[in-house]
């Protein structure tokens, strides 16, 4: 590795950013996927305690998806919270602007695992409702990425449609960034999906279904367990797992 600047990827959700993740890990790089490895949370943290957006995780270089899942259903895109802060305390950083077109974007939340059920949820309103949502949502911050980034050398707009990670790759390299490009391999990240953690999070939902629905809390522990088993860097199940398991200890039918 020829040059220790950080890479952030700025964009939206299922555009790539997993496959891209796991290009940058498999040459050899740190990189933070989501809220994995906590710093989606850790970065929110340090924004309304007024700490340096990387306080924890000074030794990564790439940071991508962040963004993550609350205990309560809630999606919380940190990257769109911190943007305005991260672009003002790492002006030399890579930023990558990963997105789709916004047509193909909405239909890959549509499709992707219980993303537009649990949005409906959250956000109490209908199927055409929370689409609108998206909708705002997607122009709003692709505006705001654009007028403060557009026109930067350090920043690389990746539209996961058209444009190939070889552009990418000659991107990264010209600021000393050196990727093998034979080591990327493209990762589904709709229904259908090899990819266990869709699966797994799918476990999780189960869970959380069978406890505060259905309050089966027996059940709703098994399935816990199971995804843990499966995915035991997801920090957030351990504190689920043993936030149940006390419940249980006094448990009365709600």
Same mark, same amino acid.
């Given at each position: 590795m020829e040059n220790s600047a950080r890479v952030y #990827?700025?964009?939206?959700?299922?555009?790539?950013?997993?496959? #891209?993740?796991?290009?940058?890990?498999?040459?050899?790089?740190?990189?933070?996927?989501?809220?994995?490895?906590?710093?989606?949370?850790?970065?929110?943290?340090?924004l309304h305690n007024g700490l340096p957006l990387v306080t924890g995780f000074e030794s990564c270089q790439f940071f991508t998806q962040i963004q993550h899942e609350n205990e309560r259903g809630q999606f919380i895109y940190t990257h769109e919270q911190i943007f305005e802060k991260l672009v003002e305390e790492?002006?030399?950083?890579?930023?990558?602007?990963?997105? #789709?077109?916004?047509?193909?974007?909405?239909?890959?939340?549509?499709?992707?695992?219980?993303?537009?059920?649990?949005?409906?949820?959250?956000?109490?309103?209908?199927?055409?409702?929370v689409i609108e949502y998206w909708r705002k949502f997607y122009l709003t911050y692709y505006a705001k990425v654009v007028s403060r980034l557009g026109d930067k050398e350090n920043y690389f707009a990746y539209n996961h449609a058209s444009n190939s990670v070889h552009e990418l790759t000659r991107f990264l390299a010209r600021y000393g960034v050196f990727l093998n490009e034979a080591k990327f391999e493209p990762v589904a990240e709709i229904r259908g999906s090899?990819?266990?953690?869709?699966?797994?999070?799918?476990?999780?939902?189960?869970?959380?279904?069978?406890?505060?629905?259905r309050f089966d809390i027996d059940t709703a522990i098994k399935l816990l367990q199971e995804a843990e088993k499966h995915q035991p860097c997801r920090y957030y199940f351990k504190d689920e797992l043993k936030k149940w398991k006390l419940e249980k200890t006094t448990w009365k039918s709600e």
């Open positions: #990827l700025i964009g939206f959700d299922l555009s790539g950013g997993l496959g #891209l993740h796991r290009y940058f890990i498999a040459n050899g790089y740190c990189s933070t996927f989501g809220d994995e490895d906590g710093f989606s949370t850790t970065a929110l943290n340090n790492e002006p030399h950083a890579l930023f990558i602007f990963n997105y #789709l077109p916004i047509d193909e974007w909405v239909e890959q939340r549509k499709n992707c695992y219980g993303y537009l059920p649990k949005s409906m949820q959250s956000l109490h309103l209908d199927e055409e409702k090899t990819e266990p953690r869709f699966h797994i999070q799918n476990i999780r939902e189960a869970a959380l279904y069978f406890r505060y629905h």
